[in-house]
DNA sequence: TTGACATATCGTAACCTTGCGATATATTGA
DNA sequence: TCAATATATCGCAAGGTTACGATATGTCAA
């Protein structure tokens, strides 16, 4: 059983852990839910989130800062949305696979 | 900008993230996709893995605690494979939203 | 300019995960 | 039974992640 397979290179299995591990968190998996919806300001994700704002603040900042999410602010408030289009289908994917464990 | 959205439940999104959490490691990753291709011996995905053999038991028993591998012992071997029919979809859709990052 | 609101950042302690080595268990064939 | 092979389990130290509270920055309207 020596046969040798065509796997994925390491540096992608990398980059994938490390966009799941973003995601991995119940709060991070809800913001990312929220905007699906469309484009919400930060005290507005908190709320839905049932989190003090500067926690969603920090949550925030990472799923941004993995490039996850965009954000631009408006006067006062700071709008965030999904800065990758494949979210949406990602979060629909994990879901069923999720529940069905 | 007060109205209410309809909104997983939080006990489903932390079983997701719990499961997110489980494949958020390149070693683990590699092993869902070996298996993939069929049926695996602890050491031979070690192998593949570049990993010592402890090492990928420890990795093997985590998938295989959380449902997401079975194992059956023929022999002196144990043969791994994929226990949830939707992870091979799952990592495809992760690899196609995270290499797009 | 001041106060109020919105967001961002940071330090810290508690907790979790990882890799590693040591050891234990299981199976087979000599 | 004994040695060899295969798998599993465990303890531990290092490093990462989290929630939380404190504080800083940015924006606007009075």
Redesign the interface.
């Given at each position: 059983?020596a046969k040798e397979?065509t796997?994925?290179a390491?540096d992608?299995?990398?980059?994938?852990?490390?966009?799941?591990?973003v995601?991995?968190?119940?709060a991070?998996?809800?913001m990312v839910?929220?905007l699906m919806?469309g484009k919400?300001?930060v005290h507005?994700i908190a709320r839905?989130c049932e989190l003090p704002d500067a926690q969603a603040c920090d949550h925030l900042r990472l799923l941004k800062g993995?490039?996850?999410l965009d954000s631009e602010r408006q006067g006062r408030v700071v709008l965030y949305r999904i800065a990758?289009p494949?979210?949406p289908?990602?979060l629909r994917?994990?879901?069923?696979?999720?529940?069905?464990?």
């Open positions: 059983m397979l796997l994925i390491l992608d299995l990398q980059q994938a852990a490390e966009c799941l591990k995601m991995a968190h119940p991070r998996l809800r839910e929220i919806q919400y300001p507005e839905l993995h490039g996850l990758n494949r979210l289908k990602l994917c994990i879901r069923s696979t999720c529940e069905a464990d």
